[in-house]
C-alpha cells in the first residue's frame, strides 16, 4: 500500500545538489511503501534515465541511500530496500 502524496515532487533545481535532491526523493519513496521493504531497485542506469540526471549522480545517491541504511546493495543481484526499515525513514540532509 503506497501514499504517493507523501511523496515530494523531484526538483533538480532546487538549492540541493542533486545527488542529495534524488536520495531524498528516493527515500521518501520508499517511506511511502513504493518499493516496498525487500523489493529490489531499479538498476542505477535505469534510476538515471528516470530521473534524467547523470549514472554517476544515481550512484551517488545511492552511497547516501546506504549510509542511511535504507538500501542494501549485494553484489551481483541488485540494490533492495532494507527490510525491515529503520524507524526513521524519512529523507535526511547530508
Given at each position: 500500500?503506497?501514499?504517493?502524496?507523501?511523496?515530494?515532487?523531484?526538483?533538480?533545481?532546487?538549492?540541493?545538489?542533486?545527488?542529495?535532491?534524488?536520495?531524498?526523493?528516493?527515500?521518501?519513496?520508499?517511506?511511502?511503501?513504493?518499493?516496498?521493504?525487500?523489493?529490489?531497485?531499479?538498476?542505477?542506469?535505469?534510476?538515471?534515465?528516470?530521473?534524467?540526471?547523470?549514472?554517476?549522480?544515481?550512484?551517488?545517491?545511492?552511497?547516501?541511500?546506504?549510509?542511511?541504511?535504507?538500501?542494501?546493495?549485494?553484489?551481483g543481484k541488485g540494490t533492495f530496500?532494507?527490510?525491515?526499515?529503520?524507524?526513521?525513514?524519512?529523507?535526511?540532509?547530508?
Amino acid at each position: 500500500m503506497t501514499d504517493r502524496s507523501k511523496i515530494p515532487d523531484f526538483d533538480p533545481q532546487g538549492p540541493q545538489l542533486v545527488y542529495v535532491a534524488v536520495a531524498d526523493h528516493i527515500a521518501a519513496r520508499i517511506a511511502a511503501g513504493e518499493p516496498a521493504p525487500g523489493a529490489r531497485l531499479p538498476a542505477e542506469r535505469d534510476l538515471a534515465e528516470e530521473y534524467g540526471v547523470a549514472y554517476l549522480t544515481v550512484r551517488r545517491a545511492a552511497r547516501v541511500l546506504r549510509e542511511r541504511v535504507l538500501i542494501l546493495t549485494v553484489h551481483g543481484k541488485g540494490t533492495f530496500v532494507v527490510d525491515p526499515l529503520p524507524a526513521d525513514k524519512g529523507p535526511q540532509q547530508v
